[in-house]
């Protein structure tokens, strides 16, 4: 499989060299070292089947693997029945894109706590995780869904609840956020040890497999003591993640996960940088 490196979405410099459509980014990507591409459904599935087709061929072309983050407005957390309806049809929407343009791996937010409890909020996820996986199946998809950690401390997401969840069912893999992490925890997931942890507690809670090739999320992420507040870019020297020591850690660990930069406007730049500091790390 191999470990991959790029963007969500469309970094500056795509549209500053005359693209415009997603259609042109896997070639564009290919030229500049990458191999992966989460297609951004955050504020809903508009994207049509002969579309999803062709940039889906267009990355098969150019060896670029497929994702795709789901609607921000899917809440796992929710026990209201109409809410549950709502994450089914925009998940199933989701898959239908996915499936069009050969994305196997669906990157979905779990949603917050609200005026309940932690542990009610959890306890609905796990409903809901298990209403999604049911009605994924009896659609006839295959898509992977990857929850991920989140970086508001009010929302389900940190790396234990997201491994509680993962654990629940194989089809299901962590999209480990380490930027968010590193936010809701005020600079706490920045370190080799702190990495190493978040590593360990996948290994142990999922097993070692599925830990080895989990889909991940990094940027650098300005927070408050409430968490993330907004995305910046590699060039950031007081809030971080640095990458270099989860990039020694994966390398020493066999890791190949996807890694998808969310950098906010040099995605694929910053993506570029982490693929060499990692090709940099001696084996």
Not at 97 to 125: E, F, P, T
Request: charge should be negative; include cysteine.
């Amino acid at each position: 499989m191999g470990i991959k490196f790029g963007p969500a979405g469309h970094s500056a410099s795509f549209a500053a060299a005359g693209f415009k459509a997603t259609v042109d980014a896997p070639a564009w990507l290919a030229g500049l070292g990458l191999n992966a591409y989460e297609y951004q459904c955050g504020r809903g599935v508009t994207i049509g089947e002969p579309s999803a087709r062709a940039i889906g061929e267009a990355a098969r072309a150019h060896g670029v693997t497929l994702s795709l983050h789901t609607p921000y407005y899917i809440n796992l957390s929710s026990g209201e029945a109409e809410r549950r309806e709502k994450n089914i049809v925009y998940v199933l929407q989701s898959c239908a894109a996915a499936a069009a343009m050969g994305a196997q791996r669906m990157v979905v937010h779990c949603g917050g706590v609200g005026k309940q409890s932690r542990s009610q909020a959890m306890q609905h996820s796990r409903e809901n995780v298990r209403l999604l996986l049911d009605a994924v199946e009896q659609a006839g998809y295959t898509q992977t869904l990857c929850l991920e950690t989140m970086g508001k401390v009010g929302v389900i997401g940190t790396a234990e609840e997201v491994c509680e969840l993962v654990a629940l069912d194989d089809r299901l893999l962590p999209c480990i956020d380490f930027g968010h992490l590193n936010a809701r925890t005020c600079g706490h997931c920045n370190s080799r040890e702190e990495f190493a942890a978040v590593l360990d507690l996948l290994e142990n809670r999922i097993g070692v497999g599925r830990a080895r090739v989990l889909h991940a999320h990094f940027s650098k992420i300005e927070y408050t003591d409430k968490g993330e507040m907004r995305h910046l870019t590699f060039a950031d020297e007081r809030y971080g993640p640095e990458f270099a020591p989860l990039a020694r850690l994966l390398r020493e660990r066999g890791y190949e996960p996807t890694i998808i930069c969310e950098s906010a406007g040099t995605q694929a730049e910053d993506a570029l940088t982490m693929k060499q500091i990692y090709e940099g790390v001696p084996l």
